[in-house]
C-alpha cells in the first residue's frame, strides 16, 4: 500500500534585519574582520572585457532610499558564458572572472555601486539567445524573501527587442524597469540602475 504523505511545517520567516551587513559586508558596517568584503572586489585587470560601474539606488514605494539593502549579481562573462560547471558552451571560460559580486547600499545616501565587466550575449531555452544582462538578488529590512530581477543594457537596443525573457512582459513601460541607462562619468562607464520596490514604477520582479 502506498505510504501516506507527511508534509513538514513551514519554517517561520524573518526579514534580513540590520544585521546582515555585519555578517557579509562587514567592512561598511564599519567592522574591520577581513582584508576586503567578500564580492566587492571589481575584476581584476587581465580579465577580458569593457569595464563598466553599475550605480543606482533601492526605492521604497514612497521614493525613499532604503540605506540597509544587499544587493548580489551573477552574470556572465564577456563571451557570455558563466563561471559554472553546468555551463558547458563552447565560449571561452575566464577563469579570473568567477561572475559574481555583492554590494551594499549607503546608509546615508541609499545609493549601491558594483564594478564588473559586460556580459555578452547567452543562451536560453532552446536555443534562443538572450540579450546581454545581469541576475541580481536584493535583500532587506521589511523583505521577507529576497527578491529576484535582472538588469538590461540600454545601448543593447537589438538584442533586447528579441530578448525571450523581456518579451514575457507584456507591458513596454514595465520592460523599462528592467533597462540600465548608459552614460560617461569622468571618462568610465556606468549603468544607472534604480530598483524600485513598490509603487506605480515597481521593478519587475521574478518568480524563481
Known amino acids: 500500500m502506498p505510504q501516506p504523505l507527511h508534509y513538514l511545517k513551514e519554517t517561520p520567516s524573518q526579514t534580513a534585519g540590520p544585521y546582515v551587513h555585519i555578517g557579509l559586508i562587514p567592512r561598511q558596517a564599519g567592522f574591520d574582520m ?14 577580458a572585457g569593457e569595464r563598466i ?7 521604497d514605494g514612497s ?19 558563466y563561471h559554472h560547471p ?18 551594499g547600499t549607503h546608509f546615508e545616501t541609499g545609493e549601491f555601486r558594483i564594478d564588473t565587466i559586460k556580459p555578452g550575449s547567452v ?26 530581477t535582472r538588469m538590461y543594457f540600454s545601448d543593447e537596443e537589438a538584442a533586447n527587442a528579441v530578448d525571450p525573457v523581456l518579451l514575457l512582459i507584456e507591458m513596454t513601460e514595465r520592460r ?33
Open 34 to 47: 577581513f582584508a576586503s568584503d567578500l564580492g566587492a572586489e571589481p575584476p581584476a585587470p587581465d580579465v
Open 53 to 59: 560601474a553599475i550605480v543606482g539606488r533601492v526605492l
Open 63 to 81: 521614493g525613499a532610499p532604503v540605506r540597509d539593502a544587499l544587493i548580489e549579481t551573477w552574470q556572465a562573462n564577456a563571451a557570455g558564458r
Open 86 to 103: 553546468l555551463d558547458a558552451s563552447a565560449k571561452p571560460l575566464d577563469a579570473k572572472f568567477r561572475g559574481w559580486s555583492r554590494a
Open 123 to 148: 543562451m536560453g531555452r532552446n536555443g534562443r539567445p538572450m540579450a546581454p544582462h545581469i541576475n541580481i538578488w536584493i535583500v532587506a529590512r521589511g523583505i521577507n524573501i529576497g527578491l529576484n
Open 176 to 208: 523599462r524597469t528592467l533597462i540600465a541607462t548608459r552614460e560617461i562619468r569622468d571618462g568610465s562607464v556606468v549603468y544607472g540602475f534604480d530598483i524600485v520596490l513598490q509603487g506605480a514604477n515597481e521593478t519587475v520582479f521574478f518568480d524563481i
